[in-house]
Structure formats: structure tokens, C-alpha cells
């Protein structure tokens, strides 16, 4: 079943929305042209990411300062794993498979 999240003409460099995908809360980031959506809490030590930094693809988590890449959800510094799901799209919508 797909999942409208946003339209894609509503994107904007800066995004941070959190949202609720069944029981999983997500966050839908959208930085210099490029969409990420991930768990919306650091692996860390359960801190929400709404207010995360993005530079160069590398998310920075507003708790401790942690470092992950959104490419592939591996903290730069520690061992923990930031989940990332795929984006689809139907029409003008963006939004997730669940």
C-alpha cells in the first residue's frame, strides 16, 4: 500500500518532517536537491533528528553530535546504524511502500 507522504512540488531545501508510517515514525529530510527518508530517532540514545544538520550527505544528530551517512545509515564515529527506507513516487506524490 503506497503512502502519500508530500507532494513533490512541496519539497524544499531544509526539510525536516517527521512522520507516521503504521508504527514506525520516520523523518523525511530534503537537502541541496536530494530526499532521504530515515528513522526519525538516533540509534544513540533515542533523540529525536528534527532539528539534524545536513552537509555533504552526512546527517548530524542535534543530541550528541553524532555523524551518519545517508547513504548508507553508518554512524562516521561509533558503531550504530541509522535505518533508511526507499521513496516512491505516484504522480505528483512522494511516499513509502508499507
Not at 536530494?34 to 548530524?60: G, K
Not at 564515529?77 to 511502500?97: C, H, K, M, P
Request: aromatic residues 10%.
Amino acid at each position: 500500500m503506497f503512502h502519500r507522504l508530500i507532494r513533490i512540488i512541496d519539497l524544499y531545501d531544509g526539510l525536516r518532517m517527521p512522520v507516521k508510517v503504521g508504527r514506525k515514525e520516520l523523518l523525511l529530510i530534503h537537502e541541496d536537491g536530494r530526499t532521504w527518508l530515515m528513522q526519525r530517532r538516533c540509534p544513540h540514545a533515542d533523540f529525536p533528528l528534527d532539528r539534524c544538520t545536513v552537509i555533504n550527505e552526512q546527517l548530524r544528530c542535534p543530541g550528541h553530535g553524532l555523524t551518519f551517512s545517508l547513504r548508507s545509515g553508518r554512524c562516521q564515529t561509533a558503531n550504530y546504524q541509522l535505518e533508511s527506507f526507499r521513496i516512491d513516487y505516484e504522480g505528483q506524490w512522494l511516499g513509502v511502500e508499507a
